[in-house]
């Protein structure tokens, strides 16, 4: 399963790390936001909720990953798309205590159905 191997690889990769970068997370009935760790707190990203397809979470349940399915865009400075190309991408992030990663969890389930 895609975001189990993505948890796991997140893991492996950050075992040693001293510090692993911060962002905020805003989740909606309209999606998710990833925001800059600022005064500002801009948005990073967005994932349309439609776009999510399915969540999980680890064992330890500090970690989560979700997929979602969207339009592959160019890499030039004017963004285009490519066919109507469709990918999923998984996004995995890891939070302070499993408490905020359950709550996570749980709105990803109760907003897919």
Known sequence: MLPTYAINRLKQTTQYARMLPIIGLSIS?????FLK????????????????????????????AYVTREQRLTNDSNPSLLNDDYHNYCHVLV???????????IFFLFTSK
């Open 29 to 33: 009935s309209n999606g998710v936001e």
């Open 37 to 64: 760790h600022s005064k500002e707190r801009s948005i990073i990203c967005f994932h349309d909720i439609k776009s999510i397809h399915c969540a999980c979470q680890d064992r330890d349940l500090r970690y989560f």
């Open 95 to 105: 939070v302070k205590n499993e408490q905020m990663s359950t709550e996570v969890k």
